[in-house]
């Protein structure tokens, strides 16, 4: 559940008192490192879907390629329950190969959860190109590691992130380039953007999301019971 979320379910229905839980990880896990201090990483650690963006991120990196021939970019694969894998897979492999970029490229195989964390922390650079999204949970991830991030303005991401992260606009390869450059050019940026994330990861640690939530329906119990008793 998010604000954005929230706001679009109560524009469709007359509902009152809606609550937002947020998504959670646990930051004891995804936590800052010295892994992705020497690093030439850029990490997209969502999953592989038309609604992703991953196209649009593909031609970016070929132009930063450029700048800097070290660079990979990593993607994932695995396998999710939900999204039209196989033809968005297809276009992103198709992308790679049109802009000559295949040796650059590597993507991850499924993983296990527990093998997750240690992929972000290897990254220089978490970019999600994405063109909705109701959450934003590898954004999470990447800002409770301590890894910059660039990300798009759309659904809940500019509420979650902030100023602890660079935005631009979705569908916009070149925007891109010019904010994954700057982040990786601009030592100052970097560094600021790298203590503010875990700042902000720190709010959905999953103990403070669970009390969240007891005390959430604590008070709605009360609530309910004052009503009952009032109506007598």
């Given amino acids: 559940m998010s604000k954005a979320l929230k706001r679009k379910i109560e524009a469709i229905l007359p509902l009152r008192d809606l609550v937002v839980i947020p998504n959670s990880i646990?930051?004891?896990?995804?936590?800052?490192?010295?892994?992705s201090k020497e690093s030439k990483i850029i990490l997209c650690n969502s999953r592989i879907s038309p609604e992703k963006g991953i196209t649009y991120l593909i031609e970016a990196f070929s132009y930063l390629i450029r700048r800097d021939p070290d660079l990979e970019l990593w993607l994932c694969e695995g396998d999710f329950p939900f999204g039209n894998k196989p033809k968005a897979l297809r276009e992103v492999r198709a992308a790679v190969r049109t802009h000559g970029i295949s040796s650059a490229v590597r993507f991850l195989p499924n993983l296990p959860w527990d093998e997750i964390p240690s992929v972000v922390q290897q990254a220089s650079l978490i970019v999600l190109p994405t063109l909705y999204e109701t959450f934003g949970r590898a954004a999470l991830e990447g800002l409770a590691c301590g890894i910059p991030l660039v990300t798009t303005r759309?659904?809940?991401?500019?509420?979650?992130?902030?100023?602890?992260?660079?935005?631009?606009?979705?569908?916009?390869?070149?925007?891109?380039?010019?904010?994954?450059?700057?982040?990786?050019s601009d030592e100052e940026l970097y560094s600021r953007l790298s203590h503010q994330g875990p700042r902000v990861a720190a709010r959905y640690d999953n103990k403070l999301v669970a009390k969240q939530l007891v005390d959430t329906f604590k008070e709605k119990i009360i609530a309910s019971n004052d009503d009952s008793s009032t109506s007598r």
């Fill in 26 to 35: 646990d930051t004891l896990r995804f936590e800052p490192t010295d892994a």
């Fill in 154 to 184: 759309v659904g809940n991401l500019p509420d979650l992130v902030g100023d602890s992260a660079i935005l631009v606009e979705p569908r916009s390869p070149k925007q891109l380039y010019e904010a994954m450059y700057r982040v990786l």
